[in-house]
């Protein structure tokens, strides 16, 4: 249900942007009676999913999920059931926001810029690591959890643990925010990057190139001295180090704050202990 509800709180497509996936839907015969892609698409194909279904190919090579999830979300739920071929297809377009596919007809290139968002259960009953609930062996949670290499765990910027919702919780009559207002808050950030990266060519946080972390990154001396603990504990790449730092800047941008406070990198930072804490 989470998943479902991101479309909504990023920012409306530009012209360009529904363009641009209309083309997509045009060339797999899935546009509208509109003739336009006005909403962001939320893509979840089942994880029986061939890893040409989610690249794209075929004998007249068509997109693929990755590709109609263009501008939008793809979702894969239960994560670890998709076949590893077809899980790792998804580093590449990750990186470059395009996918190219080389068959022996000629090479193709769709686009491929799509927000990533999955769903799984640590082991196959679900309950790890509720040893009173799970009866996995190490080995059948090292095996599932296995499914999910490093390099791809690296590229996704947040992951989090959610527990089970409990009864108080599910009775309580607590307004919860609009996704409308999560929206407007998504949108001033976007406003502050916009501002930030003018005539750059950079587009989002996310994107900021390794040369200029230090520009559009800034900590000072005790946050630097924090995050090389943080690196050195958790074993992180520089990818994995570069991503927290850009994940604290928007989280920065959406207090709308100028700098990047402790409590923003201590909250980027909690994103990524899930990989220490299930995967080693
Ligand atoms: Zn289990």
């Given at each position: 249900m989470t998943a479902r509800r991101i479309p909504g709180i990023l920012p409306p497509m530009t012209q360009q942007e529904q363009l641009e996936l209309s083309k997509i839907y045009s060339?797999?015969?899935?546009?509208?009676?509109?003739?336009?892609?006005?909403?962001?698409?939320?893509?979840?194909?089942?994880?029986?999913?061939?890893?040409?279904?989610?690249?794209?190919?075929?004998?007249?090579p068509k997109p693929g999920e990755v590709s109609l999830a263009h501008k939008g979300v793809l979702f894969l739920d239960e994560l670890p059931e998709f076949k590893k071929t077809a899980l790792e297809i998804l580093r590449q377009p990750m990186e470059d926001k395009q996918i190219q596919l080389v068959r022996h007809l000629g090479n193709y290139t769709y686009p491929a810029d799509f927000m990533l968002v999955a769903a799984m259960n640590p082991c196959k009953c679900g309950y790890y690591p509720d040893r009173t609930l799970c009866n996995c062996s190490k080995d059948s949670i090292k095996r599932y959890m296995g499914k999910i290499s490093k390099p791809l765990l690296d590229r996704i910027d947040i992951c989090v643990e959610t527990s089970q919702v409990t009864y108080e919780d599910l009775m309580s009559a607590k307004e919860n925010e609009s996704s409308a207002i999560i929206r407007q808050r998504v949108m001033m950030s976007?406003?502050?990057?916009?501002?930030?990266?003018?005539?750059?060519?950079?587009?989002?946080?996310?994107?900021?190139?390794?040369?200029?972390?230090?520009?559009?990154?800034?900590?000072n001396e005790k946050q630097q001295k924090f995050m090389k603990e943080i690196y050195e504990s958790c074993q992180l790449s520089a990818r994995g180090y570069h991503k927290i730092l850009k994940t604290a800047r928007t989280i920065a941008d959406l207090e709308d704050s100028g700098e990047i406070l402790n409590r923003h990198l201590n909250e980027a930072v909690c994103y990524r202990a899930i990989d220490t804490k299930y995967w080693e």
């Open positions: 060339v797999c015969g899935m546009l509208p009676g509109s003739g336009l892609m006005e909403e962001r698409p939320f893509r979840s194909p089942h994880h029986t999913i061939s890893p040409g279904g989610l690249a794209g190919g075929g004998s007249v976007l406003e502050r990057q916009k501002k930030r990266f003018e005539g750059t060519g950079i587009s989002y946080n996310s994107r900021i190139p390794a040369k200029y972390m230090e520009k559009y990154c800034k900590i």
